[in-house]
């Protein structure tokens, strides 16, 4: 079983920055991808960003260009900067990781963290 925890998140002015961290823990731990998630009130849960295993990236078009996903792998952590933030940017932010299973190259599993409010204001 694996567990994600978040952290970082908080109440933040449009136009600064936060950092999200996303640290992974259990036995066997084999992460793969990682990525993060936001949902806002009233919206569907929607992809802010992912990276690979080899450390592509992936952005939602709304954040291109403001946040930056990273991982440690030596920390089995991911982190999620974000800078010139905006009101819309508010929403509970969700870590995702996916894992790979010991003894076969088959198969995957995924997990989710428990989620960090991020606030922007105006």
């Known amino acids: 079983q694996v567990q994600l925890v978040e952290s970082g998140g908080g109440s933040v002015q449009a136009g600064g920055s936060l950092r999200l961290s996303c640290v992974a823990s259990g036995s066997p731990l084999l992460l793969d991808a990682m990525g993060w998630y936001r949902q806002a009130p009233g919206k569907q849960r929607e992809l802010v960003a992912s990276?690979?295993?080899?450390?592509?990236?992936t952005y939602a078009d709304s954040v291109k260009g403001r946040f930056t996903i990273s991982r440690d792998n030596a920390k089995n952590t991911v982190y999620l900067q974000m800078n010139s933030v905006k009101p819309e940017d508010t929403a509970v932010y969700y870590c995702?990781?996916?894992?790979?299973?010991?003894?076969?190259?088959?198969?995957?599993?995924?997990?989710w963290g428990q989620g960090t409010q991020v606030t922007v204001s105006s």
């Open positions: 995702h990781a996916v894992t790979r299973r010991i003894g076969t190259p088959y198969g995957r599993d995924d997990y």
């Open positions: 990276i690979s295993s080899s450390s592509s990236t």
